[in-house]
């Protein structure tokens, strides 16, 4: 056979085989355009207008429905993975599985409130759309036709030896708490975390030394931060991202806040300060301060109310009236996820 014959020969035999290529390529579900659209957007949409349109209707295996449907589109895109083989779509479906794993640890460790679940779960799937550039999707917060309302009790500068006392106090109320540690304390402590009844609580950083001329110096405070986080982690308290500035964020400038965002950090202030610092065994005078600031703002009607207390004798005496109260206002308590949630300050504000 001369080698014309052999060339035509090959030839026809690589057509083919490149045809039947394409036509198993083409009838995989795998097609190039979710290669290239590799995001949960369309899914998350669809299913958040059926949350939208009440289809889903509200109950305490919400969660239970919602991570299984993403769990299922995991599956999907990590054969989506296997099958292309491509670096960049490595890269973003490790961010999807990140988003998943977080999922599935919250829905392993639910706020005692269902329908702060049913809210924040929402809030989560945003912040995640967000980190890959998509605009935010419409919370649906309307349960039984009532609105839900978030609060978030938050503590600083533990731990302190008054923290159990705190959160078995809170736990004794059925709210959850969350409570930002200043990373010098917690490595003094660290053995009291052992004690501790936390599982219903998450926690945030509270800087390393809390000292003012470290935490207004970008570097020194980032440096700090990452300290703290480190001691976390090799505590059990798991990765957080959830960052409260000692003397609130205000004494940054802009664009150190701006830094500590495109850091990935979500710093979290407060729109009620019980002042509890001031008056640690005054129980009376604090609870009297943060009726005064909740009658306010609850003209304003918000959805999220965010308080500030510490760890005294006299955030004890408070708690379980203003928590009681604001029950019977119909506010859910939660506490604020460690990471994969919103920012909160003064300045940038929550976003809703």
């Excluded at 085989?17 to 899914?43: A, G, P, Q």
């Excluded at 700090?224 to 409260?244: I, P």
């Excluded at 009658?295 to 009236?321: A, D, G, R, V, W």
């Excluded at 996820?337 to 300045?347: L, R, V």
Aim: with cysteine; net charge positive.
């Amino acid at each position: 056979m001369d080698n014309k014959k052999i060339y035509i020969i090959a030839g026809a035999i690589l057509t083919l085989v490149s045809i039947l290529c394409f036509y198993i390529y083409d009838n995989t579900k795998y097609k190039y355009i979710d290669y290239k659209n590799i995001t949960l957007e369309n899914e998350i949409k669809q299913y958040q207008k059926m949350i939208e349109q009440n289809s889903i209707k509200f109950d305490n295996s919400f969660l239970n429905k919602y991570v299984k449907f993403i769990n299922k589109k995991n599956n999907e895109y990590i054969k989506i993975e296997s099958y292309f083989k491509d670096v960049s779509l490595s890269k973003e479906i490790n961010k999807i599985n990140n988003f998943y794993a977080f999922i599935n640890n919250f829905n392993k460790n639910q706020n005692i409130d269902q329908k702060a679940n049913y809210v924040i779960l929402q809030d989560i799937t945003n912040d995640y759309l967000s980190t890959i550039g998509i605009k935010p999707l419409k919370v649906n917060r309307t349960i039984e036709n009532k609105r839900v309302k978030l609060a978030f009790l938050t503590f600083d500068d533990g731990i302190s030896n008054k923290t159990g006392q705190v959160m078995d106090t809170l736990n004794k109320n059925k709210v959850n708490g969350t409570f930002f540690l200043i990373g010098k304390e917690f490595e003094k402590n660290k053995s009291k975390i052992k004690s501790l009844n936390y599982k219903n609580h998450f926690f945030g950083i509270h800087g390393y030394s809390h000292d003012y001329d470290k935490t207004i110096d970008y570097k020194k405070f980032k440096d700090e931060v990452q300290r703290t986080q480190k001691l976390f982690n090799e505590n059990g308290l798991g990765y957080t991202n959830l960052l409260r500035s000692p003397y609130g964020s205000t004494i940054h400038k802009l664009s150190n806040q701006e830094k500590y965002k495109r850091d990935g950090l979500k710093l979290w202030d407060w729109n009620i300060d019980s002042l509890d610092w001031k008056t640690k065994n005054d129980g009376k005078k604090v609870t009297k301060n943060v009726d005064k600031q909740y009658k306010e703002i609850k003209k304003k009607n918000p959805n999220y109310i965010t308080l500030l207390f510490h760890e005294y004798n006299s955030t004890l005496y408070t708690l379980p009236q203003i928590i009681n109260t604001m029950k019977k206002d119909g506010y859910s308590f939660a506490r604020i996820p460690q990471t994969h949630y919103k920012t909160n300050s003064f300045y940038y504000g929550i976003s809703d």
